[in-house]
């Protein structure tokens, strides 16, 4: 092209001296006839530096790249002295003579044959004439990039200090002896290193879960987040501002309340896992011990390329793995109207079900399941204002009936509207404590989604006390009732009206969690539950639970990768991150003192086990899942070194972080896949956790904890040397922020 310099058009410089650098040489020779020379392995030898000399047993040998591609690379200054070399052919058998390409020598300047193209002939013993392709390709490379890959490489290779720590360990004393911890002197008060969370994460301002559900579409509130509220005539006020404190925003992560914790204890027994995927009438009691699922490996992230109509499509988890593999399957094979699921709430009010669909979204979200959380209540107070008294709800005023059955139908016509554009599990909440009501909603359901009831029974009148002082302080119900005990009376008068008619769950498809609230194991039973989804829904309930307890989320101490930006890897801790791992053994030992049963979780990555290291006193276990993104071919590369070497994949990345693979490494969804035992788990402990991890797992921890889209996972902010407690309690998620040094 007229204008290219010569550099610009073979990618390398020809006027030596004038442009640094090094040359990367690679020279291939290709032969597709193999059958005839399998046992003939292609060598160079030549002048210095490709060979050490003419003789061919120091002739060096190219390495296979494909069935027929045979390569020999190296590096060169790039106003080398032209090379002079041969290609021989050499037998494996040491015994029997080689064979050395026929002509001249060729001669290589700059990175390209002098004298042209020509194929490598080779004259076998019995006449046998063997003709191989030959190429030759030369990249100008920085002398920077290459002996940072080369320390990169070093570093990746050197062995991790940690080796021979046993998977489950405890030390009661400092395990290296020169390790002074006293000098990692912390505040007495650790509130001194509290540091404002993320305005998008759980607050401690009481909230009420019920707000956060979806806006009722049929009442003029569309999915988008609108504002709304009731008008004094009782006709919803669109895009107004809030006046009865009932509908706003729906911010997920923000709907979370203050902890009044209890203190609860419970461990108990498990019945032995069911049969192929069904669960027919069997039940199981809540404890430790509780069986893992076993989980495929990660598969290639779910493309659109697959031959479904556009409903289907949408309904296709955003997921890798066996969320994916079990949402195709149930496509293809399954009734079409089990492609939706309905998850039908049923109980007495103040009994858990909002919180309890509330948590369920949350983690079928997590998990790629696109779910929403449909609330009657708040259909309610949308259609008939929040100020109805205990009369409403009385089963012999017909007028409540009809209105209540009314606001029940249009939030279920809504799911199943949302579901006909691409929704896959809706939760509706409402007491459907009638086997007409059930009905009912059976009859709408028909042909369109699968029912299962979740029924939530508590018989521990101190819990249903506490839910029921809860519910006057929070509800939108009572906002305008000044007088608690007044409140107190009315909902106590609903309640009674429900009870004189409640019926519990015999038909369909059903979960009951009994007592789960109790601290004290607890029980659920299930009836005619199969599939992947419904199976999963019911693991994940066994193992969830309302004992108070704070999670510690932290990264490992600053390492020698993070200071030199480099990603992946296995390398030791900085200066500033061996200051971290004393300071946050003082800070573990303060803030879980009196908490004997708390747990250290670490990666198998030596920066998160060198970072536990000081913390005595409480059993430490590395766990695989909680290893750092797998970068595959760019592990140790730095972001720029990625972006100049592999443009298109740095580009793909940026594009969609989430669902982007390294090659030979993992995406956002692989991680998030692997992290879910780590999360059930997390849920069924009682007894605090600190899990010492790295940045891409703990934004998919946290994520899951403060309920962020998972499109927002990749970017969510996990600054180094800063521990997030997040306190999980009877009224949802808390979060704190403590950093300990900059
Ligand atoms: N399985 C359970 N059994 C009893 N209480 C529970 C259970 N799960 C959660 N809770 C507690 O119940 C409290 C009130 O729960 P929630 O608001 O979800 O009740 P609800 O059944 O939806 O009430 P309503 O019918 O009046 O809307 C929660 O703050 C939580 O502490
Ligand atoms: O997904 P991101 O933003 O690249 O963050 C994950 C990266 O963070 C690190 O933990 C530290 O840089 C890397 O090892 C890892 O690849």
Redesign the pocket.
């Known amino acids: 092209m007229a204008g290219d310099s010569e550099e610009e058009r073979d990618g390398f410089n020809h006027t030596p001296l004038r442009i640094p650098g090094l040359l990367y040489v690679s020279v291939k020779m290709e032969n597709p006839n193999l059958t005839l020379s399998g046992d003939l392995l292609p060598h160079v030898s030549g002048s210095f530096p490709l060979g050490p000399s003419w003789d061919p047993s120091k002739a060096l040998s190219m390495e296979r790249e494909s069935a027929t591609v045979w390569e020999l690379s190296f590096v060169v200054p790039p106003n080398h002295e032209a090379l002079e070399f041969k290609f021989l052919l050499k037998p494996n058998c040491i015994d029997n003579p080689c064979f050395v390409e026929e002509g001249s020598s060729r001669v290589l300047v700059g990175g390209a044959w002098q004298d042209g193209d020509r194929m490598a002939l080779f004259r076998l013993d019995n006449d046998q004439v063997l003709e191989y392709r030959v190429f030759v390709e030369a990249k100008r490379i920085s002398p920077f990039d290459l002996a940072a890959s080369w320390r990169a490489y070093q570093e990746n290779f050197r062995l991790s200090s940690v080796r021979g720590i046993p998977d489950v360990s405890i030390n009661s004393e400092h395990q290296t002896g020169n390790e002074n911890i006293s000098s990692a002197n912390l505040e007495l008060d650790l509130e001194h290193y509290i540091v404002p969370s993320p305005s998008t994460s759980p607050s401690s301002a009481l909230a009420y879960?019920?707000n956060s559900t979806e806006n009722p579409r049929s009442l003029g509130g569309g999915s988008a987040s609108i504002s709304s509220s009731m008008g004094d005539d009782g006709v919803p006020m669109i895009n107004q501002p809030e006046t009865v404190g009932e509908v706003h925003a729906p911010d997920q992560s923000k709907v979370y309340?203050s902890p009044g914790m209890v203190k609860s204890q419970s461990v108990g027994t498990i019945c032995p896992p069911q049969k192929e995927g069904s669960l027919r009438g069997v039940s199981i009691d809540r404890g430790v011990g509780f069986p893992r699922l076993v989980k495929s490996s990660s598969s290639d992230a779910f493309t659109t390329n697959f031959n479904l109509d556009p409903v289907t499509k949408n309904s296709i988890p955003a997921a890798a793995g066996a969320v994916a593999a079990a949402a195709i399957a149930d496509q293809m094979l399954g009734p079409k109207e089990h492609r939706h699921l309905a998850i039908v709430?049923v109980?007495?009010?103040?009994?858990?079900?909002?919180?309890?669909?509330?948590k369920l979204t949350r983690y079928l979200r997590w998990l790629g399941h696109n779910t929403k959380h449909f609330?009657v209540?708040k259909y309610r107070r949308l259609k008939h204002g929040s100020s109805q008294s205990a009369d409403f709800f009385r089963a012999d005023n017909p007028e409540g009936v009809v209105a209540r059955n009314e606001v029940a139908k249009m939030a279920f016509e809504d799911m199943i509207s949302w579901m006909q554009e691409g929704g896959q599990v809706g939760i509706f909440?409402?007491?459907n404590s009638s086997k007409q009501r059930r009905n009912m909603l059976m009859k709408l359901a028909e042909g369109r989604c699968k029912i299962i009831f979740l029924e939530?029974?508590?018989n521990?009148v101190d819990?249903?006390e506490?839910?029921i002082r809860?519910?006057i302080q929070?509800?939108p119900d009572y906002a305008e009732v000044p007088d608690f005990e007044a409140g107190l009376r009315d909902f106590k008068e609903r309640v009674a009206y429900y009870e004189k008619v409640y019926e519990t769950v015999e038909e369909g498809s059903h979960i009951k969690?009994i007592?789960?609230?109790s601290g004290h194991g607890?029980q659920i039973q299930v009836n005619n539950i199969s599939g992947y989804l419904p199976g999963r829904i019911v693991f994940f309930l066994v193992n969830t639970h309302?004992t108070p307890r704070p999670i510690l989320l932290t990264r490992h101490g600053e390492s020698r990768f993070n200071v030199r930006g480099r990603i992946g890897g296995d390398s030791a801790l900085s200066e500033a991150g061996e200051l971290y791992k004393k300071k946050l053994a003082k800070f573990v030992e303060k803030r879980l003192k009196s908490e004997r049963a708390a747990c250290i979780w670490t990666s198998t990555l030596q920066r998160t086990i060198l970072t536990a290291g000081p913390i005595v006193g409480f059993p430490k276990i590395q766990w695989r899942a909680l290893d750092e993104i797998n970068a595959g071919v760019c592990d140790g590369m730095t972001y720029e070194e990625i972006k100049k070497n592999m443009p298109a994949e740095y580009e793909s990345r940026y594009k969609d972080k989430l669902r982007y693979r390294y090659p030979r490494g993992e995406s956002y969804l692989d991680v998030i896949q692997r992290l879910e035992p780590v999360i059930i788990e997390l849920e069924r402990q009682r007894a605090p956790v600190v899990v010492i991890s790295h940045q891409a797992v703990l934004r998919a921890l946290y994520a899951y904890f403060t309920d962020r889209p998972l499109q927002e996972i990749p970017d969510i902010e996990v600054p180094l040397h800063t521990i997030i407690e997040i306190n999980l309690g009877?009224?949802?998620v808390e979060e704190k922020r403590y950093k300990l040094m900059d």
């Open positions: 879960a019920a309340q709430m109980s007495l009010p103040a009994r858990g079900k909002t919180y309890t669909a509330a609330n209540g909440d409402a007491t939530t029974i508590c521990d819990i249903i506490r839910n809860f519910k929070q509800s969690m007592d789960m609230a607890g309302l009877v009224t949802g």
